[in-house]
């Protein structure tokens, strides 16, 4: 298993923009051979996909809600995986988690992923 440890976030009016970090604890340098992703929980609501990014970066996945306005990556040397957030609306406060897979296949479904970051808060005012 990866563990994962999240940073970033808080507050920031509609409009404005914020990046998330999600650091990688791996034993055996296998932070690539990862499908990386990110998922958000509003208040009341279910999980929900946010983005997915393959072990080398060159594919990726957006959820429709976010897609134009957010943007995944990731730095493998640095076992990292970011979410940038731009254009931000009051509907995109939730805990935002990362998490991660060891597979070459992306995938949207929160179940399939077996590492979990602890969560980090984003509210964007109206």
């Known amino acids: 298993q990866v563990q994962l440890v999240q940073s970033g976030g808080g507050l920031v009016q509609a409009g404005g923009s914020l990046r998330l970090s999600c650091a990688a604890s791996?034993?055996?340098?296998?932070?690539?051979?990862?499908?990386l992703a990110w998922f958000r929980q509003a208040p009341g609501k279910e999980r929900e996909f946010v983005a997915t990014?393959?072990?080398?970066?060159?594919?990726?996945i957006y959820g429709d809600s976010v897609k134009g306005r957010f943007t995944i990556s990731r730095e493998n040397v640095k076992n990292t995986v970011y979410l940038q957030l731009n254009m931000l609306k009051p509907e995109d406060t939730a805990v935002y988690f990362c998490?991660?897979?060891?597979?070459?296949?992306?995938?949207?479904?929160?179940?399939?992923?077996?590492?979990w970051g602890q969560g980090t808060q984003v509210t964007v005012s109206s």
């Open positions: 791996v034993r055996d340098f296998t932070f690539s051979s990862h499908v």
């Open positions: 998490a991660a897979r060891r597979s070459s296949v992306l995938v949207i479904t929160p179940p399939l992923y077996d590492s």
């Open positions: 990014i393959s072990g080398d970066g060159g594919r990726s």
